[in-house]
């Protein structure tokens, strides 16, 4: 079916807990398959393709229907370890207000003896606070990129507000979870625009914060000629200075790290990186 410009379907799974090759990740659970969101610096579609639809990324989603009934069977075995949910998609996009898949893994992994890992950009994740706030052991995070919602329009289209997020994200520092922002990825436009949210993020009381690099899978010069209609010749040509050459890259994140550690200590923020 098809929900005005977006392509809905179902689709059943024959696993829920997928081994994850993240840092510190022991396992990955992805409610659904593509992304309302449609984030255009987003590496999941490398990993989805378009095997499903033939359609752009934020274009379609499938639902796995039978997610918790997999993953019930999958619990019997009493796997331990951490989980990441999501790794390739949102959990919490729009249509988890109708399907509920999401919440229904929960009430399921509230039992068994997993560590969880929530990651989305949505305020719904608050309606499940009553399930999430059974555990003995869950982190809620929400991702940003930085706090300007003029480039949150472009690059996250169909996304929450960054306010809408800092918003939610209070709630869940209110109500006790373990709370985390992403910073992810980490724009190469302006560090003091990381230091803002960096600010922001303090003075709601994230517990901690992760910042993660640019993952770009296949050709970068396709995220290249997806943002020359969105910016200006000179920023597309500061991305163009430091993404297309692997190791321009690497010095440019190796300052950019040195510079968010000093400048964390500086606010008295926990602060990690993924890689």
């Given amino acids: 079916m098809s929900v005005?410009?977006?392509?809905?379907?179902?689709?059943?799974?024959?696993?829920?807990?997928?081994?994850?090759?993240?840092?510190?990740?022991?396992?990955?659970?992805?409610?659904?398959?593509?992304?309302?969101?449609?984030?255009?610096?987003?590496y999941s579609p490398f990993y989805v393709g378009r095997k499903f639809s033939g359609l752009n990324w934020g274009d379609y989603v499938y639902v796995k229907i039978n997610a918790p009934r997999i993953l019930l069977r999958e619990l019997k075995s009493n796997p331990l370890g951490s989980v990441l949910i999501s790794s390739i998609t949102d959990?919490?996009?729009?249509?988890?207000?109708?399907?509920?898949?999401?919440?229904?893994?929960?009430?399921?992994?509230?039992?068994?003896?997993?560590?969880?890992?929530?990651?989305?950009?949505?305020?719904?994740?608050?309606?499940?606070?009553?399930?999430?706030s059974m555990f003995k052991n869950v982190h809620v995070g929400f991702s940003f990129t930085n706090l300007d919602e003029s480039l949150r329009v472009k690059f996250e289209p169909k996304a929450p507000s960054v306010t809408d997020r800092l918003r939610a994200l209070k709630n869940i520092c209110n109500s006790g979870v373990k709370s985390y922002a992403f910073i992810a990825p980490f724009m190469p436009i302006n560090r003091d625009l990381a230091y803002s949210l960096m600010d922001e993020l303090s003075s709601i009381g994230v517990d901690y914060v992760v910042v993660d690099k640019f993952n770009i899978h296949g050709d970068p010069h396709d995220f290249i000629?997806?943002?020359?209609?969105?910016?200006?010749?000179?920023?597309?040509?500061?991305?163009?200075?430091?993404?297309?050459?692997?190791?321009?890259?690497?010095?440019?994140?190796?300052?950019?790290?040195?510079?968010?550690?000093?400048?964390?200590?500086?606010?008295?923020?926990?602060?990690?990186?993924?890689?």
Wanted: proline content about 4%; glycine content about 4%.
């Fill in 225 to 275: 000629n997806r943002l020359t209609p969105l910016f200006s010749g000179e920023l597309i040509k500061q991305f163009e200075e430091i993404l297309l050459h692997r190791y321009s890259y690497y010095r440019y994140y190796k300052s950019l790290k040195d510079d968010l550690i000093r400048y964390a200590k500086k606010i008295n923020l926990n602060l990690y990186f993924s890689y």
């Fill in 91 to 132: 959990p919490y996009q729009p249509l988890e207000g109708k399907f509920m898949v999401t919440r229904r893994l929960l009430e399921l992994l509230v039992k068994s003896n997993l560590e969880i890992y929530i990651l989305t950009k949505s305020p719904l994740v608050v309606r499940d606070l009553d399930v999430i």
């Fill in 4 to 42: 005005g410009l977006l392509k809905v379907g179902e689709i059943y799974c024959r696993s829920v807990l997928s081994r994850s090759s993240l840092y510190d990740i022991d396992y990955s659970i992805n409610p659904y398959v593509g992304c309302e969101h449609a984030c255009v610096y987003c």
